[in-house]
């Protein structure tokens, strides 16, 4: 009984910290689109996409690092500071040299947001090179 109150008390604690949070506002990170499939490309393409996205929060957005799954995948995002209301870009490239089949490059995209962990993600399907 005694783990059941404690895991309640601490369920109380987090459910208010997020609605505190959420009252004092901070940065906000909105994508126009989080996933684009690319359908099938031919292994060794390169393919990349501009992720738009917005800070529809009350204070600056950080970014402050953005990770890819793989080494084949690979991101470009601001450095500098998102104003309330601002757009940038995130770039991402996805090699398909040495890929077969369906493919899903996910991206992480770590900040200062409510929402400190965010995700987008490539999606194609890699068919052989055809001598």
Not at 69 to 85: L, Q, R, Y
Request: with cysteine; charged share 20%.
């Amino acid at each position: 009984m005694k783990k059941l109150g404690f895991l309640f008390t601490v369920f109380a604690l987090v459910f208010a910290f997020n609605a505190n949070a959420q009252e004092q506002g901070g940065a906000a990170i909105t994508f126009k689109e989080k996933s684009i499939d690319f359908g099938d490309i031919t292994q060794g393409d390169k393919v990349e996409h501009i992720f738009q996205l917005t800070n529809t929060g009350s204070t600056p957005l950080i970014i402050s690092n953005v990770a890819a799954t793989c080494g084949c995948t690979v991101p470009n995002w601001p450095k500098e500071p998102i104003a309330p209301g601002k757009t940038s870009e995130i770039k991402v490239t996805f090699n398909s040299s040495g890929k077969m089949g369906k493919q899903n490059s996910v991206v992480r995209i770590y900040s200062n947001a409510a929402e400190p962990i965010e995700k987008v993600s490539l999606i194609s399907n890699v068919l052989p090179k055809t001598m």
